[in-house]
């Protein structure tokens, strides 16, 4: 990646040598699993969903939430996690969120 290269080459003494500050990523994915399983602590982390929703839902899951089986404890759970986190852009949880019937008013 460009990031990686930059350094390298800053470090291997490459002129011209970038200033290199950040770097962002942009829809950083992974696999299926490592992603699938990611958003309830990620959530509980961010104390976006309770601490003890958090445990309920991990316990009814054994922790493995990307594969689970419909019907069961672990999907309805997870089912509600997901109810409570509607509306929420998890990309940037931080930003303000408006829901009102002009969403221009929101750029305000």
Known sequence: NLARHVVASNAAGVEPS?????????????????????????????SLISLSSYERLQEACDGSYWNMTAGTECAARYAAMRQELEGLNIYNVLADCYHGPNPEEAAR
């Open 18 to 46: 970038i200033n290199l500050v950040g770097y962002g990523i942009g829809n950083g994915c992974t696999d299926e699993q490592v992603d699938g399983d990611a958003i309830p602590p990620f959530a509980a982390g961010k």
